[in-house]
């Protein structure tokens, strides 16, 4: 007996494999500073909780709609036109397990065998997976740090082919923090309309975690009409990763693909979480923006942090909570028998000399860069970038 080819096409989530590895060798009582995992270290705000526990006391404990209760989605309607200018109608707006259940939900409605799907790198490592899962094809848009992690636009128009469905992204970006400007997002727009079978999905996560310009949907910008789908939910903004809402605003047609998909597989998503949705996202950001400027402040010590140590050239993100720093200066470099030939090569050093855990660029397209998350304590970030230094030193 086996597992399907399917599922072993698909390579492990190497953001939950190293959170495993610094979990387990935190088990042996080694003191791991975790910066692999992405997840805001913040509870969620008091004013949601207490909506959660009212929903539990009126008995909202029966199976919800498949596509999300109806007040749930009228509130997503209502922000989505009010805080991006966007135009979905509550029938156009489904609710999810999460972002990534929602994004999988559209690939999977929307992709056949052979289909091409671009991806720009850096991407989320799990862009590709779901992409191959559902018989498509990944094509990646190379870029760097040099030009803050944004793909050339030539290139773009270059991997456009008759096989070409859709195109994936995430601004801001994880795990570069990277947020594409409203420039930028139209040159992307002006290309694709002339491509009329290409769908956009833009999954926009992180749009609370930005700093400096407002963020900008590219299903905003009346170009695309009808082929943009909107992806966002609770975790990032709202700290609310255990709940596990997400939600889609799509064209009328997929939106009723995507609720037909979910009826099948999951059916709606949980009750009670979706009753302190309506509260979190019908309410007051004011929280959410403490913990911004918070990620803020973090995001200034980490850069100045990884400036100071000789061999790295980090990036300074507008967005998220992430820095994705070069560090390909160290391979070939070699400590105690140990030589770093890669990123997951570096970061397995790290944990086990440093005592920290970061993730390898190689799973989000940039083999030559790892992902630091700043979703920890000012003085675990202290340390950690004290510990980094001194493994680093080591490297000949």
Known sequence: MEVSKRLQAVTESQTLVMTKMARELAATGVSVINLSIGEPDFGTPQFINDAAKQAIDDGWSHYPPVPGYPELRKAISEKFKTQNNLDYAPEQIIVSGGAKHSITNVIFSVINEGDEVIIPAPFWVSYPEMVKLAGGVPVFLNSSIDTDYCFDIDDLKTAITPNTKMMLFSSPCNPSGTVYSEPFLRQIAEVL???????????????????????????????????????????????????????????????????????????????????AAITA????????????????????????????????????????????????????????????????????????????????????????????????????LKKALENIKTSLNKLQ
């Open 193 to 275: 309309d002339k491509h009329e079978d290409i769908l956009v999905i833009s999954d926009e996560i992180y749009e609370h975690i930005q700093y400096g310009d407002k963020h900008t949907s590219i299903g905003s910008l009346g170009l695309l009409k009808d082929r943009v789908v909107t992806v966002n939910g609770l975790s990032k903004g709202f700290a609310m990763t255990g709940w596990r809402i997400g939600y889609i605003g799509a064209p009328l047609w997929l939106a009723k693909a995507v609720d037909k998909l979910q009826g099948q597989f999951t059916s709606g998503t949980n009750s009670i979480a979706q009753r």
């Open 281 to 380: 996202i019908s309410g007051s950001l004011d929280e959410t923006y403490k913990m911004r400027d918070v990620f803020h402040k973090r995001r200034q010590l980490v850069y100045d942090g990884l400036s100071e140590i000789e061999g790295i050239k980090p990036n300074l993100p507008r967005g998220a909570f992430y820095v994705f720093p070069d560090i390909s200066s160290f391979f070939g470099k070699s400590y105690n028998g140990k030589t770093i030939n890669n990123s997951t090569d570096l970061c397995l050093y790290l944990l086990e000399d440093a005592h920290v855990s970061l993730v390898g660029g190689d799973s989000f397209g940039n083999p030559e860069c790892v992902r630091i998350s700043y979703a920890a304590s000012e003085a675990d």
